[in-house]
């Protein structure tokens, strides 16, 4: 039986609604279950969001402006969210000298605070290692002690070594990301676009450093312990499924400021700077110290640089 015009408009408007509707339902069952509080609009707009480097100005702060009204709502606290570009001429590095550090554990705690880890399931950025002195394996990291009374250090017979991202010239995890959700910004700092993640893993596997961490859960922090101050690329709220890791304190660093390890260190142990600077703390302990990095035989150029400055620990 033939149509008629109406008919066949009718139909064809159906046809237009139902592969809108499907599109839609296929990608809400693909965005995290976790942001299932937020209106479908944020959660479409989410979706199809564009690869940070990719947006505008104007496309940055209107995600920006979602991404504080999802935090507001979900925390009931107002938490500002940073896009403060890279400094130019400006390369961060990190210098630790082994021979001060105590094992404390200031450095982790103070960054876990600062950078809204979660407590519960519990992720640190940084991890402590305790070392046997003169231990032939060292730096064997499967032979280190993770995990030893905090409160006793430093004890006799034992040295101590943080571990990081080592924020790698030439990073093994941002080829592996299928996503391309992490990248290596012109300041040398390698980030994670929470938004682009899709959890997959393959930067864990790629790191050599064991410095990525997966959100298993639903990261949980209390309200009034998140620090508001946040930037898109570091320290703002994570999702269940994601990756995260250290972001040598974006938050802080892009705007001139330590990192809060570097604060924290009751014993001067931690050195920041930028090695663009000839007159900088970071180039003269390079220049000065008997310097190493972490598996340097693996060509991915850390900007994380150990020392000892004195002979007194190993």
């Not at 109406?6 to 139909?11: K, N, S």
């Not at 139902?18 to 944020?42: E, H, I, Y």
């Not at 600062?114 to 060292?138: A, C, G, T």
């Not at 250290?246 to 705007?255: A, D, G, L």
């Amino acid at each position: 039986m033939k149509k008629t015009k109406d008919e066949r408009r009718a139909l064809k408007v159906n046809r237009r609604t139902l592969l809108k509707g499907t599109l839609a339902a296929a990608a809400a069952t693909m965005l995290p279950l976790n942001r299932a509080d937020a209106s479908f609009s944020d959660f479409w707009e989410s979706f199809f969001q564009k690869h940070f480097r990719e947006m505008t100005e104007a496309e940055k702060e209107k995600v920006v402006a979602r991404l504080e009204k999802e935090y507001e709502e979900k925390y009931k606290i107002a938490i500002k969210v940073g896009i403060e570009p890279a400094m130019p001429g400006v390369l961060f590095g990190y210098g630790l000298d082994l021979s001060r550090c105590i094992g404390c554990r200031t450095c982790e705690y103070a960054c876990v605070a600062e950078n809204n880890q979660s407590i519960d399931p519990q992720i640190h950025w940084i991890q402590v290692l305790r070392f046997k002195k003169e231990d032939p394996k060292f730096p064997d990291f499967e032979h280190a002690e993770k995990y030893y009374n905090a409160a006793l250090a430093p004890q006799p017979g034992y040295f101590y070594m943080p571990i990081q991202c080592q924020q790698c010239e030439n990073p093994a995890c941002t080829r592996a990301c299928p996503t391309q959700a992490t990248w290596k910004e012109p300041d040398g700092i390698v980030t994670i676009d929470y938004n682009w993640c899709i959890g997959c893993r393959y930067c864990m596997a790629a790191c050599p450093y064991g410095a990525r961490h997966f959100n298993w859960g639903e990261p949980h922090r209390a309200p009034q312990d998140i620090n508001p101050n946040t930037h898109y690329l570091g320290n703002r709220p994570r999702y269940r499924g994601v990756v995260e890791k250290c972001t040598f304190c974006i938050q802080r660093s892009r705007k001139g400021r330590y990192t809060a390890c570097v604060e924290a260190c009751p014993v001067g142990a931690r050195k920041f700077g930028n090695l663009l600077d000839p007159n900088s703390e970071i180039r003269y302990m390079i220049a000065n110290k008997r310097v190493f990095r972490l598996k340097e035989d693996l060509n991915t150029s850390p900007k994380f640089f150990y020392f000892f400055d004195f002979g007194g620990t190993r």
